[in-house]
């Protein structure tokens, strides 16, 4: 299979042509414990480039063409958090570890990747309702929460909008690796009044995270 190939391929198309990304995962590991995994490997693997030249070659290519990608990238992170923007992290994990252990410390940064991706749509969403932004607020809703009137729904569902909330006490729980649940205590414009309010959020596609369903419950005094 030709890698690159596919990726000219399906990402040339005009609807590809832009990607979003998380953050980037960078694998750190000694050079001498690469090369003895690669003569381990090579016993029993059949593969010609198995071996100290080849391997040294590659690890060439890596630092003088790869590296220059992650500094730029760590580069791009240290910028958007001096502006207070949200930043694409880079994320350093340790390689000269059991397999078991390399790939649960894989799953907690991608872990946080998704439940940050999903705080955020959430955020922006709550943001919609406080500016009275009723296109963002749409496009982040499934059609199913939606009817014929657009310019009444936000306020039908979220009641009067236009201020700032109160918000606190936020949880995030992953029901699959496509739908979450975002929860938080929210207190009315006026102060009278707490509930806990719960947004489902399902991973639809080039949408992204849709807000498919919603609930509140009154919170006593």
Same mark, same amino acid.
């Given at each position: 299979?030709?890698?690159?190939?596919?990726?000219?391929?399906?990402?040339?198309?005009?609807?590809?042509?832009?990607?979003?990304?998380?953050?980037?995962?960078?694998?750190?590991?000694?050079?001498?414990?690469?090369?003895?995994?690669?003569?381990?490997?090579?016993?029993?693997?059949?593969?010609?480039?198995?071996?100290?030249?080849?391997?040294?070659?590659?690890?060439?290519?890596?630092?003088?063409?790869?590296?220059?990608?992650?500094?730029?990238?760590?580069? =791009?992170? %240290?910028?958007?958090?001096? $502006? #207070?923007?949200?930043?694409?992290? &880079?994320?350093?994990?340790?390689?000269?570890? @059991?397999?078991?252990?390399?790939?649960?410390?894989?799953?907690?940064?991608?872990?946080?990747?998704?439940?940050?991706?999903?705080?955020?749509?959430?955020?922006?969403?709550?943001?919609?309702?406080?500016?009275?932004?009723?296109?963002?607020?749409?496009?982040?809703?499934?059609?199913?929460?939606?009817?014929?009137?657009?310019?009444?729904?936000?306020?039908?569902?979220?009641?009067? =909008?236009? %201020?700032?909330?109160?918000? $606190? #006490?936020?949880?995030?729980?992953? &029901?699959?690796?496509?739908?979450?649940?975002? @929860?938080?205590?929210?207190?009315?414009?006026?102060?009278?009044?707490?509930?806990?309010?719960?947004?489902?959020?399902?991973?639809?596609?080039?949408?992204?995270?849709?807000?498919?369903?919603?609930?509140?419950?009154?919170?006593?005094?």
């Amino acid at each position: 299979y030709d890698n690159l190939e596919g990726w000219v391929r399906c990402m040339a198309s005009p609807e590809n042509r832009v990607a979003s990304a998380w953050g980037c995962l960078v694998y750190t590991c000694p050079l001498e414990e690469l090369e003895r995994r690669i003569l381990e490997r090579a016993e029993t693997s059949g593969r010609s480039d198995d071996n100290l030249k080849s391997a040294q070659k590659r690890f060439t290519t890596f630092e003088q063409q790869t590296m220059p990608v992650v500094e730029t990238l760590t580069m =791009v992170q %240290h910028l958007q958090e001096q $502006a #207070n923007m949200p930043a694409h992290k &880079v994320e350093e994990i340790t390689g000269d570890k @059991s397999i078991e252990e390399v790939w649960s410390d894989t799953q907690a940064v991608m872990n946080r990747f998704v439940a940050n991706d999903v705080l955020t749509a959430n955020a922006q969403l709550l943001q919609s309702v406080e500016q009275d932004d009723v296109d963002t607020y749409v496009a982040l809703c499934s059609e199913d929460l939606l009817d014929d009137q657009m310019e009444e729904i936000m306020e039908l569902y979220e009641g009067e =909008v236009g %201020h700032k909330m109160d918000i $606190a #006490n936020p949880n995030i729980e992953f &029901v699959t690796g496509t739908k979450a649940i975002v @929860s938080y205590d929210r207190t009315t414009p006026d102060g009278t009044q707490t509930i806990r309010e719960s947004r489902v959020w399902s991973h639809q596609g080039n949408r992204g995270w849709v807000n498919v369903h919603f609930s509140r419950t009154p919170l006593l005094p």
